[in-house]
């Protein structure tokens, strides 16, 4: 299962379910930065992403949740080919995503939980072609993004203060999922190199090599001044959970994972942690946290199965966490739920 078989505990869940109307596949669920809204996609996997915001308290949902439509947006799961996904939050509590309509162009937009419908973050006026991948640093004041307005797909961010878009890193290949440190001034990001996927790491100015190797190193994440990242090279049907503290550094430290259908791995609020499901079908039932270092892995038990896409935040001092999984074999679509785990994580 992992590096190291030091299991600790296993808590036994008394999740709260997010009810909601729609049938589709409930995945990425993104924490606002107090705890206080969750956004989660849900697909039928008939040619339409929703995203819907529900607002929690002490890990309760409350009410129904919110589907957020974007300009032009069809009704959801209509033929449109409607997409709104990736959520990433402003700590203003702005959640910024992507999406677009059939036919157009992939775009970055805004919206204020229970404020008003969503618009555009970017006019075409300050760029053009398709956005995607936004994530916003810790103080807010920028957002970076992939856009193929010049060719293959590279990153560029936009300073809110100036208005201004600015490109940070070109290349041949195309460069995917940015993430930027905890006091942002770094980008760690994946770029395709002849067929893989490396890791990359901009600081301002440059680039330079992170992790290379076989397979795809994929979807980075910060803990401290480290980076947590999805491998597959001991094979496609693998993925693992790696970290890199340096430059060629790599230490595997979870195995044979549940790989989310968009996130990057989760990692507690204090990056001593990273959550996931296992492919394992003896342990479907079980998210798994593991300490960063790979010293220790706990379980949390949840009463239901495939489980995986967790996602981990801190409010008012608790650890709270957020995954999907179907209610039973067989069960036609994942649900999202929302777990107390602080005792958990000690």
């Not at 993104?30 to 992403?49: F, H, K, Q, R, T």
């Not at 190193?217 to 503290?245: K, L, Y």
């Not at 199965?305 to 067989?330: H, K, N």
Request: proline fraction near 6%.
């Amino acid at each position: 299962m992992t590096m190291s078989l030091l299991l600790g505990f296993a808590l036994t869940a008394g999740a709260a379910e997010v009810s909601g109307s729609q049938d589709g596949h409930a995945s990425n669920p993104s924490w606002s930065p107090d705890g206080g809204w969750l956004a989660y996609e849900v697909n039928n996997y008939g040619g339409n992403i929703d995203l819907f915001l529900v607002q929690v308290s002490n890990g309760n949902p409350m009410g129904s949740p919110q589907k957020i439509n974007i300009p032009g947006s069809s009704s959801s799961f209509s033929s449109g080919g409607s997409t709104v996904a990736a959520p990433s939050w402003h700590p203003r509590g702005i959640v910024i995503f992507e999406g677009s309509n059939s036919g157009n162009d992939n775009r970055l937009y805004q919206q204020t939980p229970q404020g008003a419908a969503a618009g555009q973050l970017l006019t075409s006026g300050q760029i053009n072609g398709d956005l995607s991948w936004p994530a916003v640093s810790p103080d807010g004041k920028y957002v970076a993004f992939v856009s193929d307005v010049s060719g293959a797909g590279d990153i560029y961010y936009w300073d809110r203060a100036s208005n201004q878009v600015i490109q940070a890193v070109s290349s041949p290949y195309s460069e995917m999922a940015p993430r930027y440190n905890a006091d942002g001034t770094k980008l760690v990001y994946s770029r395709k190199n002849r067929g893989s996927q490396d890791l990359f790491i901009w600081d301002g100015s440059s680039s330079s090599p992170l992790v290379g190797g076989n397979g795809d190193q994929t979807r980075p994440a910060w803990s401290g001044d480290s980076v947590v990242f999805f491998s597959n090279e001991r094979g496609d049907d693998h993925w693992d959970i790696a970290v890199s503290s340096g430059v060629g550094n790599k230490k595997t430290i979870a195995r044979d994972i549940r790989l989310p259908q968009r996130a990057t791995p989760s990692v507690s609020p204090d990056g001593r942690w990273v959550a996931y499901g296992v492919e394992d079908p003896d342990n479907s039932g079980k998210i798994m946290f593991t300490r960063t270092d790979g010293s220790t892995t706990v379980s949390l038990v949840t009463g239901v199965v495939a489980c995986g896409e967790p996602s981990l935040i801190d409010a008012g001092g608790r650890v709270f966490l957020a995954y999907t999984a179907l209610p039973s074999e067989g069960a036609d679509w994942r649900q999202l739920h929302i777990e107390d785990v602080t005792s958990l994580l000690q």
